[in-house]
C-alpha cells in the first residue's frame, strides 16, 4: 500500500488525532500548519520529522495531499488562500462543508477525508474503528483517498456531499444532542442533590440496547406507553427551566407520535 507525505493545516481535535495516526500508518507528515506557533508545536512534539508552518505559501513542500481540519468557517478561506505545488491534493475533513468549497484552490485535485468520529484531546481514539467517508470527482484521486484511509481503518465509504450532509445531521442527532440530554440529566440530579453516578448503568445499559435491537423497539418509558399522567407531572416538575420543560414536552410528544 502506498505510503504519502502529507502536510496538515490545523491544531484542532481531529488534527491532533489524525496527524499522529497517519505517522504511525507508516506516511511522513511534512508539516502542521498554524498562525499559532505553540499550538502547531504541541503536534509537531508528537511527531518525528514534522516541522511547524506559520504561513499558507506550501509551494516549496514535498507534501503530496493537504489535510484542512479546522472549523467549517475557515475551510474556504484557507482553500482560497494556500498556495500549493503541481500535482497536490486538497482535501477537507469537513462532516458538513461540501467538496466545492475547494473549488477556488490552487490544488491540482479536491476531494473529502472525513472521520465519522467525536474527537478529543484528553482521549483516545481507535482510529482502526473510526468510518471514514470519502469524496472526489477525480477517480485517480479517489483511488489515493481510498488507500490513506484504508492504512488508519477498514471502514472506508465514498459518500457523496449531499449524502453526508445527510449523515452528518443524523449524527448530530445520535451524538451531540444525545450529549445534550445527558446534561440536562446531570442539571435536574444535581438541582436535587442527588448523585448523577446513580443513573450510568441505565445509560450503558440504554445505549447497548439500542444498539443491538434497535431505537424504535428499545424505546421504553411514560411517552411510549402513552401515560400522561406521569408526562403531566414531570412536566410540572421541570417548570423551575421553561426551556427545558419545553424539550421534554416537545420530544415526549414526538415518541407518542412515532409509535
Known amino acids: 500500500m502506498g505510503k504519502y507525505k502529507i502536510a496538515v493545516i490545523g491544531t484542532g481535535n481531529v ?12 506516511h511522513t507528515v511534512t508539516e502542521i500548519y498554524s498562525r499559532d506557533f505553540h499550538r502547531a508545536e504541541k503536534i509537531v512534539n508528537q511527531l518525528y520529522t514534522a516541522e511547524v508552518k506559520t504561513d499558507l505559501d506550501f509551494s516549496e513542500s514535498q507534501a503530496r495531499v493537504y489535510i484542512i481540519a479546522v472549523a467549517d468557517a475557515a475551510i ?22 461540501p467538496l466545492d468549497v475547494l473549488n ?3 490544488a491540482s485535485y479536491t476531494g473529502i477525508f472525513y472521520p465519522l468520529q467525536s474527537f478529543s484531546k484528553s482521549r483516545q481514539i481507535e482510529m482502526d474503528e473510526v468510518p471514514f467517508l ?3 470527482d477525480d477517480q485517480a484521486t479517489l483511488l489515493c483517498l481510498k488507500k490513506l484511509a484504508k492504512s488508519l481503518s477498514p471502514n472506508c465509504y465514498v459518500v457523496k456531499s449531499k449524502d453526508r450532509k445527510a449523515l452528518h445531521i443524523a449524527a448530530v442527532f445520535a451524538s451531540n444532542f ?7 440529566a446531570e442539571e435536574v440530579m444535581r438541582r436535587q442533590g442527588l448523585d448523577f453516578d446513580m443513573l450510568q448503568p441505565l445509560i450503558i445499559e440504554q445505549i447497548s440496547k439500542t444498539l443491538e435491537i434497535g431505537a424504535k423497539a428499545a424505546q421504553t418509558g411514560p411517552a411510549v406507553r402513552g401515560d400522561l399522567n406521569v408526562l403531566d407531572m414531570h412536566h410540572q416538575f ?3 427551566n421553561d426551556q427545558i420543560a419545553e424539550i421534554y414536552k416537545i420530544i415526549s410528544q414526538d415518541i407518542i407520535d412515532a409509535n
Open 15 to 26: 488534527a491532533w488525532h489524525l496527524a499522529p495516526a497517519l505517522e504511525n500508518a507508516g
Open 178 to 184: 444525545t450529549n445534550h440530554m445527558i446534561r440536562i
Open 238 to 240: 421541570l417548570n423551575y
Open 104 to 106: 477556488y484552490s490552487s
Open 134 to 136: 470519502l469524496e472526489s
Open 76 to 97: 474556504s478561506q484557507i482553500a482560497d488562500a494556500i498556495i500549493l505545488p503541481e500535482n497536490s491534493i486538497l482535501v477537507h475533513t469537513s462532516g458538513s462543508m
